[in-house]
Every structure is written in C-alpha cells, then in structure tokens.
C-alpha cells in the first residue's frame, strides 16, 4: 500500500481511492425481501446505514435462478445492467472457501482497486447456486460450512463488509 505524507497528514493511497470515488458492492439475492425477518432487517439497516458513507450498497431480488443467472449475466456485459455495472463477481455457497475477516478484507479490497470500484455478490436461494453462477464468478466464498437462509447470508456478508471498511480505515 502506497502512502504519502502532505503536511502533517498522512494519505493513504487506498484510503485516497474511497474518497476519489463511489465505490459500488452489488448483491444479488434469490428471494424476497419482504419475507426477512425484522431483526435481520434492522441489522442490515445499521449496516447499510454506516457503510452509507463510504460505497454504495445495491441489493437486488430475483425470483428465481433463471432470474439469477440472467442478472448475474447482466453484471458481466459493461452497462447493460443498469445500476449493476460489472467488476469482480463473488459467488456464495457452502463449498466456496472460507476466510478470515482479515483474509476477506484483502479479497474485497483487491477486488474493489483491480474492477474499478466495483464488487458485485450472489447469495442464492433453498437449492444454493446454480454451477452456472458458480463457473463465470471471480471467486467462490464461504461463509461457514453451515447452511444459512439467504437473508442471514445477506447480513453476515454485510457485516463483513463493514468489518472490512474497518480494517481498510487502520490499514
């Protein structure tokens, strides 16, 4: 990591990165968010509301793995999807490999500073990913060997996620 010294502040370089621009962590997630529980909904609110500053968070809802595939297809081809726009695409599933909090941290940060700042993450529904998803991701990432509802992964991925805009602020 570069850093720099101007003054009597010290800049870090990925630190500069944040602020130079918007960064963007898409999450596409088979299911409905009408159907998360409350207490979910409200840690994923306090999550969303810290990160707020820092990156935009986009969370998409898909009917089902053919609406997943589509999108996460959308994610690749530059502009097509919309809000979505293309970067490093993570898949999550039980299989994938685990990491630590600090190991994550790495794989997020280098996947934001290598795509142009954006990061985009698929949770899939009751039968897991399709291989297809799987296949065209960038890396496939466990939370733990258990089985979680889509809306628990998405918290434990947002918390993550903050956790690791944490680490990036000491680093």
């Known amino acids: ?17 944040q602020a130079s621009r918007q960064l963007t962590v898409n999450i596409v997630v088979v299911g409905s968010k009408q159907k998360t529980d409350t207490w979910i909904t409200l840690g994923i609110d306090v999550f969303e509301s810290r990160l707020k500053p820092i990156m935009k968070l ?3 809802y898909v009917k089902n793995d053919q609406q997943l595939i589509k999108t996460w297809n959308d994610i690749k ?31 997020f940060y280098k996947g934001i500073e290598s795509s142009g700042s954006t990061i985009s993450f698929a949770i899939g529904g009751a039968n897991g990913l399709p291989v297809e998803i799987k296949k065209s991701s960038s890396y496939v990432l466990s939370l733990s060997k258990m ?3 889509h809306q628990m992964a998405r918290l434990l991925l947002i918390e993550q996620i903050y956790r690791s805009s944490e680490i990036q602020k000491v680093s």
């Open 1 to 17: 990591m570069f850093s720099r010294r101007i003054g009597s502040k010290s800049l870090c370089m990925s630190s500069r990165l």
């Open 58 to 60: 986009n969370t998409v």
């Open 147 to 149: 089985t979680w509802t």
């Open 77 to 107: 081809m530059k502009g097509k999807g919309g809000d979505i726009g293309d970067g490093v695409r993570i898949a999550l599933d039980e299989n994938g490999i685990e990491n630590t909090s600090h190991e994550f941290h790495k794989i």
